[in-house]
């Protein structure tokens, strides 16, 4: 009798305890996670380990801390949910309701699983956070040095063999996470659940830096560029030696079915001296061909032939003045025809290994199109806008992200026409560099004239960067109008 009566007790309080479900929520997952708490807690976490709770200690330095825990939690949550609604049913003498069991059952799991997971990721990453800050670069460092080749002729060497699609990692942030995570995974310290889904997914600067020297290098067939220092020469020197085969694997990588010629003369300079004596040199020029042209309108009957020159120096002028107004800015680098390619360094100027890479893409794609004998070379929009949006396209190849590139709106009027201009043609196009091509191209696609009468609209989407989205958006509205006629 006294038995049933306390059966009886206890059914009454679970019953009346049930009725208030954030309590019983609260209690429910308290339990089910004092279980998973009670299987963990016989795991003993490394000495140096941040201890916090034995549950996260299990989870970060058992190698099956998260499957134990999750098997652990999802036996909990199935007990107790079958227990409650068992308890249920019998003070409403009613049978188990399986259909409402499987709902309850879900609910629980859902919630439970997302306040859990919320909870443990907090705590896991603060933990791993404390532990990075603590970790030992230089012992990593110098194992990797050990065995990396890193002397410029090696690398030309591992390139050369290589061939197209290189291997390559950039930036020292990057780097360091990914030497850092396959450390762990090496030593094996940590659990799967910490190395395959924590450490990936956790913010790059929360890992410390590694400062490689030399910040070139190959490591297990390989290339990495961690840093660029510009006021090192020897650094400069060096990717003079092997930015011509990195750029020549990556644009093979993209275009498979052409054979890409590796460039001869390519020169990384610290960029204040350089654009300053650049500057000077085409000011000396346009004051010669000013001269020049003074000279011409002195003549009381100049010859057609002085004439003829008098355009020639005009166009000539306007194009220093271009080329001074590019320097002037942020330029990161120019092809010098006919085989020549100059990359600039000043601060953080191409001194970021990925945007050096992008730059040296980008004037390789310029060397490859030039071609010998070309007269009417390409409009400004059209090449730096082709060249461009190649350039997205092989650093993409190469599982790098490039959003955006050097010139946005140049590539969005490019992609517009790709929608009515075959890509066969623009490839063709890109290997021969002539400018009336790309005008038929134009005027075949959206009618006669089409380019003649934007070509100063093309122009100046280069030139009046403030303007230059007002300018595409121009171009692109009137390409949509002969689209739709």
Known sequence: MAIKTAKESFLKRVGNFSRKPLIFLLAFYV???????????????????????????????????????????????????FYFEKVRSAKKNTELSFFRFAIKLFFNLIIGFGIISFYLNYAIDSSLEKKMSKYDTDSLKISIEENSETKPEEIVSFLKKTGSCVPLMLG???????????????????????INIVLPNMEIDKFPEINFDPPA?????????????????????????????????????????????LIANLKNHQSKEYTESEIKRHEEKIVEY??????????????????????ILTEN?????????????????????????????????????????????????????????????????????????????IIEKSGRVYKGGSYPQPIRVITEMMKDIPEEKILDFVFEANQ??????????????????????????????????????????????????
């Open 31 to 81: 339990l089910a996670y004092l279980l998973s708490y009670f299987f963990l807690n016989v795991i003993k976490a490394p000495a140096d380990a941040e201890q916090t709770t034995p549950i996260v200690d299990g989870l970060m330095y058992f190698r099956s801390g998260m499957n134990i825990f999750l098997l652990v939690f999802l036996v909990s949550v199935i007990a107790l949910t």
């Open 172 to 194: 020292s942030q990057e780097v360091s996470k990914k030497f850092i995570i396959a450390d762990y995974k090496e030593k094996e310290e940590l659990s799967e659940y910490a």
């Open 217 to 261: 290098f190959v490591y297990q067939d390989k290339l990495y560029i961690t840093s660029i220092d510009y006021q090192d020469q020897s650094e400069l020197d060096a990717l003079d030696q092997i930015s011509p085969l990195i750029a020549q694997s990556l644009v093979s990588c993209y275009f498979s079915n052409k054979n890409i010629p």
């Open 290 to 311: 000013n001269l020049k042209i003074n000279q011409i309108d002195k003549k009381s009957n100049p010859s057609q032939i002085d004439l003829k020159n008098k355009v």
């Open 317 to 393: 002028i306007a194009s220093r003045k271009r080329s001074i107004r590019t320097l002037d800015g942020k330029m990161l680098g120019y092809f010098n025809k006919p085989s020549r390619i100059n990359l600039m360094h000043q601060g953080k100027q191409n001194s970021n290994p990925p945007r050096y890479i992008v730059t040296l893409i980008h004037e390789y794609v310029h060397f490859i199109a030039y071609k010998k004998g070309v007269t009417k070379f390409l409009q400004r929009a059209m090449s730096d806008g082709i060249t461009d949006y190649y350039t997205v396209k």
């Open 436 to 485: 009336e091509k790309i005008e038929g191209f134009v005027d075949d696609a959206y009618g006669a004239n089409f380019y003649e009468k934007h070509r100063e609209i093309f122009e100046s989407i280069i030139y009046d960067r403030d303007n230059a989205k007002e300018h595409a958006d121009s171009i692109i509205k009137d390409i949509e109008a002969a689209r739709a006629k």
